[in-house]
């Protein structure tokens, strides 16, 4: 499996940006796609996720109501669109994934196994 994530940067507060995760190795749509980020020093954080069979979403505290997560009809890309970014987004960014028939654990955030390289995303 293997997931690579595009999209990182600079960006102004209150400005958007769109993460790309592209996936390949998974036979079918039944696994949850995630985000997460983390700034040195701190503990890695869930961000978004999606269980690409249904499209259920799940989202952090801390970006409900400015971050979407979203995916393409070939199931094998997500986004995750960031809205009225704040200083405090700044991190970096990794796409993650792991196979599963219960689209609720999409938001156990321990629970993903697979992982991209990571983007740094960087508002000021």
């Known amino acids: 499996v293997q997931l690579v994530e595009s999209g990182g940067g600079s960006a102004r507060a209150g400005t958007s940006l769109t993460l790309t995760c592209v996936t390949s190795?998974?036979?079918?749509?039944?696994?949850?796609m995630g985000w997460f980020r983390q700034v040195p020093g701190k503990q890695r954080e869930g961000v978004a996720a999606?269980?690409?069979?249904?499209?259920?979403?799940y989202y952090g505290d801390s970006v409900k109501g400015r971050f979407t997560i979203s995916q393409d009809n070939a199931k094998n890309t997500v986004f995750l669109q960031m809205d009225s970014l704040k200083p405090e987004d700044t991190a970096m960014y990794y796409c993650?994934?792991?196979?599963?028939?219960?689209?609720?654990?999409?938001?156990?955030?321990?629970?993903?196994?697979?992982w991209g390289q990571g983007t740094q995303v960087t508002v000021s």
């Open positions: 190795g998974y036979t079918d749509d039944g696994h949850c």
């Open positions: 999606i269980y690409l069979r249904s499209g259920s979403t």
């Open positions: 993650a994934a792991f196979g599963t028939v219960r689209s609720y654990l999409c938001g156990s955030w321990s629970r993903y196994r697979d």
